[in-house]
């Protein structure tokens, strides 16, 4: 078997004139006009150094953000009562502002429609993109990448109601849902330009899942399994998994997906999930009208109630606690850009801008340095979104920097609102850097 690849001293020289051009052009950003200002005008972000030095060392650095935009199809004024911005026209410059504004390599984007507007945006700025949509849904998940670093060299989507969890049994007890969401992942394998046809690039995934823990253990089985799939060289890429994970950091979902054990609150919530819906068990009585489109996705039920099912049995096939455990610890341990990265700053803890400022999580466990939030509207106020990162075998992430968490003072009376963003969801952003492979 050939050697790994050893960079040369030209190599390395144009790596380091890549670099210097990308501060460069972060530092010079183009003229706005007046207009475009006013329409486009947001809250300014700052980012948070976490191990900038880093980046001068050899491998591949990234800049990804992900963001819940709000599909327009969505919005209603009995859910955004607050909001000052709740039309397409009021809205959509911010949008196009806020992805713009993070100069990122990699773009994760949630509820994305109106698509005849912002895919004209993301061309202008210099953006390929891969774009997929559940089944009948108005609103789906995009991945936009910089055309001029990467290529797509494969592409997958993930329906979860489709998805086994069982090798036996037949039909839903192999699938073990209780909810048809018409939710899905999108997963692509980016090739970088500058490394060749067998050269580095990075797995990225993006998804809005519905709240149960099932649907991010089977993301994190894919993306595995994606990885696995590919080229040799690709099997040594790492992964990003960044979206709306609609949990907390305090949620059953998200212990399980760090690796944390359940503690007896997180344990009792996971079992009151345990039931079969209507969409799953036509045989459930209903009450009034069938769930609109974000119902059915469980946005506009933050406080997990769920209607119109049953109590699930043995035969619905439901993963049992064990069995998630296994399914996630499959897939090998996940590290959350900002919950790491964060926890690394010094003073940090004492600044009011992350979630352990306002809930108790205990030092041995994740989640604690998560964003305080990013989702504040008038009803509900939340952290539902994150950047993961699945390393490949040697190739640890280093955490460079974080777009710093805005605090709850800037959002209002709630989001979307203007002169501060768009959407209701805050968007999320870090730049990573992997060792050669």
């Excluded at 006009?33 to 700052?46: A, N, Q």
Aim: neutral net charge; hydrophobic residues 35%; glycine residues 8%.
């Amino acid at each position: 078997m050939a050697g790994a690849y050893q960079l040369t001293p030209e190599d390395l020289a144009k790596a380091e004139q890549r670099r210097l051009k990308k501060e460069q052009a972060k530092k010079n950003p183009p003229p706005v006009t007046k207009m475009d200002d006013e329409r486009g005008r947001i809250l300014p972000r700052e980012w948070v150094d976490v191990a900038p030095e880093s980046a001068s060392t050899p491998g591949q650095t990234v800049r990804v953000m992900t963001w819940n935009v709000l599909a327009q199809t969505l919005v209603r004024r009995e859910l955004f009562p607050t909001s000052d911005c709740l039309k397409a026209s009021q809205r959509e410059h911010m949008l196009y502002r806020e992805i713009a504004s993070h100069k990122a390599d990699i773009c994760c984007l949630q509820e994305v429609d109106r698509t005849e507007k912002l895919f004209p945006e993301l061309r202008k700025a210099g953006y390929a993109w891969v774009y997929a949509v559940g089944p009948r849904k108005k609103h789906g998940c995009l991945i936009a990448f910089r055309k001029d670093a990467y290529v797509c060299v494969r592409q997958k989507v993930v329906a979860y109601d489709d998805q086994d969890v069982r090798e036996d049994g037949e039909g839903q007890a192999r699938r073990g849902t209780s909810f048809r969401t018409k939710n899905i992942g999108s997963l692509v394998a980016l090739r970088r330009l500058d490394t060749g046809s067998e050269g580095d690039g990075v797995i990225v995934a993006t998804t809005h899942l519905f709240w149960h823990p099932a649907q991010a253990a089977i993301l994190l089985r894919e993306v595995t399994k994606f990885r696995a799939e590919g080229l040799e060289a690709q099997r040594r890429w790492p992964c990003i998994i960044a979206g709306d994970f609609n949990f907390g950091p305090d949620d059953p979902a998200y212990a399980l997906l760090m690796g944390d054990p359940l503690l007896p609150n997180q344990q009792k919530r996971l079992d009151a999930s345990y039931v079969v819906h209507a969409t799953i068990d036509p045989t459930v009585s209903t009450q009034g009208a069938p769930p609109t489109e974000e119902e059915e996705g469980g946005e506009t039920d933050p406080d997990r109630i769920i209607v119109n099912a049953r109590p699930a049995q043995p035969s619905d096939g439901l993963l049992s606690q064990d069995e998630l455990q296994a399914l996630f610890a499959r897939s090998g341990a996940v590290t959350s850009t900002y919950d790491d990265g964060l926890r690394r700053v010094p003073g940090f803890s004492d600044s009011g801008l992350a979630f352990g400022s306002r809930v108790s999580v205990p030092p041995d466990r994740r989640g604690g340095f998560e964003p305080v939030y990013t989702s504040y509207t008038h009803y509900w106020q939340a952290v539902l979104d994150y950047i993961f990162v699945l390393d490949a075998p040697g190739r640890d992430v280093s955490i460079l920097r974080l777009a710093r968490p805005h605090s709850k003072e800037a959002f209002g009376e709630g989001l979307p609102r203007k002169g501060v963003c768009g959407s209701d969801h805050i968007s999320l952003a870090a730049e990573l850097h992997w060792p050669p492979p």
